[in-house]
């Protein structure tokens, strides 16, 4: 399966689902999306318990196992108009279980894209974009963010173009369950004024969390699943926070 890889520092909406996720085991930690020492602690204990590497990182496997019984679909797309985003991302993605959508070198390529994720996932957990990017920008099916501006070919997201895809953005809305949020793993694409206006934009239109890197993103093994560095999170309303701990709570655990 694909996963989130979540550690400390992280500042995200996937953290405050693990921080559900861990609540049902007995943690007694607070639901903010932040990763801070007691989120790990938590991590360590559930890791340690079940005599597994207590590292206090989430990732491959620990994931499956403080998520098991939870529904909470992963669906990756993939701009592979560059090669060496399906050598390093697909492949990595595929290694792992996930069955990522890939679009590449097309006309329309947003459309498309939503057209996929519709025919792909339901109650959608976690929605993760990968490809080229810059501020306020994010490929989605034609490689690099400055091979073309997108405005003509509607391959790639951006605030010059955003009130154009509003309209199929908002098809989105009912494929996501109630733990939905996005991640753009492009490089810079949540940098800056136009970046953080982006993602607020999309925030709005899909009603979930968006979230994406500060800076430059480097992709493959272990970094396909994570963030470089910062990140900014746009919310439809509220606070981080707030979204957390609005979060339904998961059924009892049953140990693995």
């Known amino acids: 399966m694909s996963y989130p890889l979540l550690r400390q520092h992280d500042n995200l909406p996937a953290v405050g689902v693990l921080q559900k996720l861990l609540k049902r085991t007995g ?4 639901c903010d999306g932040a990763f801070g020492p007691r989120t790990k602690a938590a991590v360590t204990q559930f890791q340690s318990s079940r005599r597994m590497s207590a590292d206090g990182v989430v990732g491959e496997n620990t994931w499956p196992r403080v998520s098991a019984n939870a529904s909470l679909p992963v669906v990756d797309c993939i701009d592979v108009f560059d090669p060496s985003l399906a050598e390093l991302e697909e492949a990595d993605i595929r290694r792992a279980g996930g069955n990522p959508i890939t679009l590449g070198g097309m006309s329309n390529g947003v459309e498309q894209a939503v057209n996929e994720i519709l025919r792909n996932g339901r109650n959608i957990f976690l929605l993760r974009f990968h490809g080229h990017g810059s501020q306020g920008s994010a490929g989605i099916s034609r490689g690099h963010a400055d091979l ?10 951006e605030l010059a173009n955003i009130e154009i895809f509003r309209p199929i953005l908002a098809r989105l809305r009912g494929a996501f369950g109630p733990y939905g949020c996005v991640q753009f793993m492009h490089c810079e694409t949540g940098g800056g004024p136009n970046g953080r206006a982006l993602l607020q934009a999309m ?3 899909l009603r979930v969390p968006v979230s994406a890197g500060v800076n430059t ?3 493959g ?4 699943f994570r963030f470089e560095g ?6 439809p309303s509220g606070s981080l926070a707030d979204w957390c701990r609005a979060l339904p709570d998961f059924a009892g655990f049953s140990p693995s």
């Open 148 to 157: 073309d501006p997108g405005r003509v070919h509607r391959a790639g997201i």
């Open 203 to 205: 925030a709005n239109e």
């Open 27 to 30: 943690a007694t930690i607070d």
């Open 217 to 219: 993103q480097y992709g």
């Open 221 to 224: 093994g272990s970094k396909t």
């Open 230 to 235: 910062p990140t900014f999170t746009a919310l």
